[in-house]
């Protein structure tokens, strides 16, 4: 199976190829710049790989949570590329990607099989993403099989209404940890392993889960490819910042 997938659910842009497990991928701090960086990123894993896109399987695409505009971004060049191209899209969880990296190596996985390089990999991993406004993205996965299954699902919330899900055995993953760590880690860090707090959203990351989507027939057309936001609002009224500095 070979599949692109992108990501621009953060400050981050990143692009990845899978070729039947092996994977090729780029990855850069790109801040507000990801609309004049993916599409070039993704033309050079193709011009390397030798592969036009009409040669591919699918596209897989960072659904969300994460940023509203990188969201909108991933949707309409996912979009863009695979109507051009005819091919079916996935919408991958960011948060999922996140739980993806616990066991690997965060260096990007540039022409290596799937599975070379790993460390022995957590079968529970709780993430947090930074979600701004003072909350946070999370989510609680168990490894069920060679894929995750959610034990809470992705949500937005104060980082004190994140709670470790009954078990034992967890680790913490994602940036929320670093962002919001005064709040969540007195709280969490007692129940946890471990925590990384340097785990982003990452193509690479999702290039397993989305070639899994695929296998399972979760594909669809690209006209129903939409981001998964989780927030209805971007930005704190004035009084509302008020409040807050209060």
């Known amino acids: ?144 099989g060679d894929g995750w299954r959610a034990v809470s699902a992705p949500q937005l919330a104060l980082p004190e209404s994140v709670v470790v899900p009954a078990g034992g055995d967890w680790v913490g993953a994602g940036n929320g940890f670093a962002a919001l760590g005064e709040v969540l880690r007195p709280r969490l860090a007692p129940q946890l392993a471990r925590i990384d707090d340097t785990l982003m959203p990452d193509a690479a990351a999702m290039a397993p889960l989305a070639a899994r989507a695929f296998e399972r027939g979760e594909a669809t057309d690209a006209a129903l490819a939409a981001p998964i936001y989780l927030r209805d609002k971007v930005a704190l009224t004035v009084d509302e910042r008020r409040k807050k500095s209060a």
């Not at 692009?15 to 092996?22: E, I, Q, R, V």
């Not at 993916?38 to 193709?46: A, G, Q, R």
């Open 1 to 144: 199976m070979k599949l692109l997938v992108i990501d621009t659910s953060t400050e981050w842009c990143s692009a990845a190829l899978w070729l039947d497990g092996c994977i090729h991928a780029r990855r850069v701090l790109a801040e507000q710049r990801h609309s004049s960086l993916l599409l070039p990123m993704v033309d050079e894993l193709l011009r390397e790989a030798g592969l036009p896109l009409r040669q591919l399987d699918g596209i897989g695409y960072g659904a969300g949570p994460g940023s509203f505009t990188g969201l909108r971004i991933a949707c309409a060049v996912t979009q863009g590329l695979a109507f051009g191209a005819d091919l079916p899209v996935v919408g991958v969880s960011t948060l999922e990607s996140i739980a993806e990296q616990t066991g690997a190596d965060k260096v990007p996985r540039q022409d290596r099989p799937q599975g070379e390089g790993l460390a022995a990999c957590p079968s529970r991993v709780l993430t947090a993403l930074d979600a701004r406004m003072a909350e946070v993205y999370w989510a609680a996965y168990e490894r069920a």
